[in-house]
């Protein structure tokens, strides 16, 4: 399971907790030599320490500036001379009803879900596009497959990362690039810490107590689609706690 993983360089956005620092734990495990982005820089020195990573490996990044996220991207092939994969992971989930008019975590969540995996995009292309090889993942969810009440701007956020993945499938065919969706169900992390409306984060957070699986869960899927041949591209994989219904 572990080949095609060692010495692949791998940038992930949202190092700093939950999905994607669990990620960088296993990947640099299996070998890969990730580079990290987020914004909070104690916790990916932190990480980076722990990991045993080279010097630059820790890139202050806000995901909603183009710019910091070439620079990101560009910083990986600074140190390691290429760019295999682009884990586009950092988000937010501000649950609320749309009629609480909660207009600023509608914006937060377009400019980071949406705008932040873009941006990833365009920051990964222009050298997998040279090199004739890469791996852009972006992180959906099942709410990008199902809305619910409260939900409704997180799940379109989620289903546009889908429409723009499968979008860029197709487009990458003649570059030799491979394209992965992720849709996890509820996984334990720091998110419902982002909600920031009462109502809904006393709901999240106690169903997030009850069934949310570990965050190893989604590194392993990660590693799994990264390591299959390269004639083979996982376009997409949907997983959820075995607990969960909806
Ligand atoms: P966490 O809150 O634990 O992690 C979110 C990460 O995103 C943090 O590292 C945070 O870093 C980063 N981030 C947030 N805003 C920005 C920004 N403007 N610029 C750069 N980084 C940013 O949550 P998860 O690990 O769960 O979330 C990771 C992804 O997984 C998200 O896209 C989420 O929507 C998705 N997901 C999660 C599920 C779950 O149940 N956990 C289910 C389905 C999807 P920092 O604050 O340091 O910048």
Known sequence: MTQNIEGKVVVITGASSGLGEATARLLTEQGAKVVLGA???DRLQALATELRLPTGAAVKTDVTDAAQVTALVDAAVALHGRVDVILNNAGLMPHSLLERGRVQDWDR???VNIKGVLYGINAALPHMIRQ??????NVSSVAGHKVRQGSAVYAATKAAVRMLSEGLRMEMKPHNIRTTIISPGAVMSEL???VTDPDAAKNVRAFYENIAIPAESFARVVSFAMSQPEEVDINEILFRPTAQEL
């Open 109 to 111: 969540m377009i400019d």
């Open 39 to 41: 914004r909070r820089m």
């Open 192 to 194: 419902p810490d982002s």
């Open 132 to 137: 004739k090889s890469g791996h852009i993942i």
